[in-house]
T-cell receptor, first 111, second 114 residues
Framework: TQLLEQSPQFLSIQEGENLTVYCNSS?????LQWYRQEPGEGPVLLVTVVTGGEVKKLKRLTFQFGDARKDSSLHITAAQPGDTGLYLC???????????FGQGTRLTINP | DTGVSQDPRHKITKRGQNVTFRCDPISEHNRLYWYRQTLGQGPEFLTYFQNEAQLEKSRLLSDRFSAERPKGSFSTLEIQRTEQGDSAMYLCASSNPGLKGEQYFGPGTRLTVT
């Protein structure tokens, strides 16, 4: 059983469209990270959210942490081919140092 | 900018051989982590060091796996008697306390066992 469930697992859309990716859990987290991973490379940290209800923006990407700190979403406006990649949510296990990851959302933006 | 580096980037080995991977963390980070990632999955935790002390090991880390961080700087991950099921991307990450759980990853070592 995944501690973090991401949906959808695959998403293919046209350039210019908007999209939202979800990361859900039944557990409460002290923080949550979003990473993007290109094929053959390690994950690159995009953002960390800490406070329930927090919203952070990174250019066309908007990240939100749920009020109860159990879930998060990533919204991309006017998607571009450069946004293509595997998007991973991750959170530190309570009382431990390791990160647990969702299974990822593989996003493809078609020109 | 000296991020996390890993060597080699790719390793092809025959079943039964031993392999060793190296990770150099961000220099001011005292925590170092190893993860394994198989196709279509997110990374899974293997083990964690704070300075030179190995503080946690996953059940995924069988007795064929050993990790060291002898001087609290770089780390090595050795797999003995490799099996085809060991084929995966091995990722190293580093962090410091107070970074809100943030970890910074290296480019990974892709292991293929034939």
């Amino acid at each position: 059983t995944q501690l973090l469930e991401q949906s959808p697992q695959f998403l293919s859309i046209q350039e210019g469209e908007n999209l939202t990716v979800y990361c859900n859990s039944s557990s409460v987290f002290s923080s949550l990270q979003w990473y993007r991973q290109e094929p053959g490379e390690g994950p690159v940290l995009l953002v960390t959210v800490v406070t329930g209800g927090e919203v952070k923006k990174l250019k066309r990407l908007t990240f939100q942490f749920g009020d109860a700190r159990k879930d998060s979403s990533l919204h991309i406006t006017a998607a571009q081919p450069g946004d293509t990649g595997l998007y991973l949510c991750a959170a530190p296990r309570q009382g431990a140092q390791k990160l647990v990851f969702g299974q990822g959302t593989r996003l493809t933006i078609n020109p | 900018d000296t991020g996390v580096s890993q060597d080699p980037r790719h390793k092809i080995t025959k079943r039964g051989q031993n392999v060793t991977f190296r990770c150099d963390p961000i220099s001011e980070h005292n925590r170092l982590y190893w993860y394994r990632q198989t196709l279509g999955q997110g990374p899974e935790f293997l083990t964690y060091f704070q300075n030179e002390a190995q503080l946690e090991k996953s059940r995924l880390l069988s007795d064929r796996f050993s990790a060291e961080r002898p001087k609290g700087s770089f780390s090595t991950l050795e797999i003995q008697r490799t099996e085809q099921g060991d084929s995966a991307m091995y990722l190293c990450a580093s962090s410091n306390p107070g970074l809100k759980g943030e970890q910074y990853f290296g480019p990974g070592t892709r292991l293929t066992v034939t």
